[in-house]
């Protein structure tokens, strides 16, 4: 035996049918968004260095570009991946870096 549905309001359902369908594809979105991450699904092989006395971002990086790289956008890509608001080390700290190959890979997609 079939059991019949009847909408008794249209106006109602019609609004809780776009707002599922709104949370659907804001769900899809976000999925898809945290695939974009540095970290998300690539297998990177990081570098960890730890801070001595001294140390800068630009003394740091300069171990890691070479000419093909400006070292600016780099150190900016060290900052994000680190989460660094400001450009300022303390000894101890221990970031994360990659290689100029590995760089330039994650930079252009």
Not at 12 to 32: D, N
Not at 38 to 47: E, L, V
Request: aromatic share 10%.
């Amino acid at each position: 035996m079939r059991t019949k549905v009847v909408i008794k309001n249209k106006f109602r359902f019609g609004i809780a049918l776009l707002l599922l369908m709104i949370l659907i594809v804001t769900a899809l979105m976000i999925s898809i968004g945290e695939g974009k991450g540095i970290d998300k699904g690539k297998d990177i092989n990081w570098i960890f260095v730890k801070v001595k006395e001294g140390d800068s971002l630009w003394t740091i990086s300069k171990n890691f570009v070479d000419e093909s790289v400006d070292i600016r956008d780099y150190i900016s890509f060290v900052r994000k991946v680190n989460k660094l608001e400001n450009a300022i080390l303390y000894p101890g700290q221990v970031l994360k870096f990659v290689d100029v190959k590995t760089y330039k890979l994650l930079c252009t997609e």
